[in-house]
T-cell receptor
Framework: GAGVSQSPSNKVTEKGKDVELRCDPISGHTALYWYRQSLGQGLEFLIYFQGNSAPDKSGLPSDRFSAERTGGSVSTLTIQRTQQEDSAVYLC?????????????FGEGSWLTVV | AQKVTQAQTEISVVEKEDVTLDCVYETRDTTYYLFWYKQPPSGELVFLIRRNSFDEQNEISGRYSWNFQKSTSSFNFTITASQVVDSAVYFCALSGPNTGNQFYFGTGTSLTVIP
């Protein structure tokens, strides 16, 4: 597609339920990032995928968070047993290559509300 | 340490005024990249500019201009003759060999342009 596509745009879930957020990167982009932005806060790095390399999971806040990327394209971020503090905008971004200096392009985000 | 500081949390200007958004960074890399992104109320982060550490020329794009000064570790962004559509949160970001696979973002400056 023309840009990074994320779904759902909005998700309201009950505390304790699992959620899946999907990201479809820009066609041809090999690197994919997930960031989290809590209300009024900056961007928090979660995870990075580059090609077939092992993902950099150093930003995942707890073992309730996981992500996978199938076929080097679409990625799914899964949050298990959601907590209210998980409420945030989850932003996906992609870039043409990995490594320093490549511009990353963001999707519109998935707004998650845990009630 | 890798760090981006945007000391201005919120700025309000009257339409047609000029405004400068400050960005100060810290890095131990000799080669690095700096970015500005715009996040309008719709939520999507929009890429504005990328600058590498070896290019200290100022850049102008329409009403936007950027002043990169390595001596003061700053990469400031000026909007000339501001318009209501410029109202958004603006983020400065840093990428370099020692930032790992992530971009380091500042906490953002919320700009409101009053008609």
């Amino acid at each position: 597609g023309a840009g990074v596509s994320q779904s759902p745009s909005n998700k309201v879930t009950e505390k304790g339920k699992d959620v899946e957020l999907r990201c479809d990167p820009i066609s041809g982009h090999t690197a994919l990032y997930w960031y989290r932005q809590s209300l009024g806060q900056g961007l928090e790095f979660l995870i990075y995928f580059q090609g077939n390399s092992a993902p950099d999971k150093s930003g995942l806040p707890s073992d309730r968070f996981s992500a996978e990327r199938t076929g080097g394209s679409v990625s799914t971020l899964t949050i298990q047993r959601t907590q209210q503090e998980d409420s945030a905008v989850y932003l996906c971004a992609s870039s043409q290559g990995g490594g320093t200096g490549n511009t990353i392009y963001f999707g519109e985000g998935s707004w998650l509300t845990v009630v | 340490a890798q760090k981006v500081t945007q000391a201005q949390t919120e700025i309000s200007v009257v339409e047609k005024e000029d405004v400068t958004l400050d960005c100060v960074y810290e890095t131990r890399d000799t080669t690095y990249y700096l970015f500005w992104y715009k996040q309008p109320p719709s939520g999507e982060l929009v890429f504005l500019i990328r600058r590498n550490s070896f290019d200290e020329q100022n850049e102008i794009s329409g009403r936007y201009s950027w002043n990169f000064q390595k001596s003061t570790s700053s990469f400031n962004f000026t909007i000339t003759a501001s318009q209501v559509v410029d109202s958004a949160v603006y983020f400065c970001a840093l990428s370099g060999p020692n930032t790992g696979n992530q971009f380091y973002f500042g906490t953002g400056t919320s700009l409101t342009v009053i008609p």
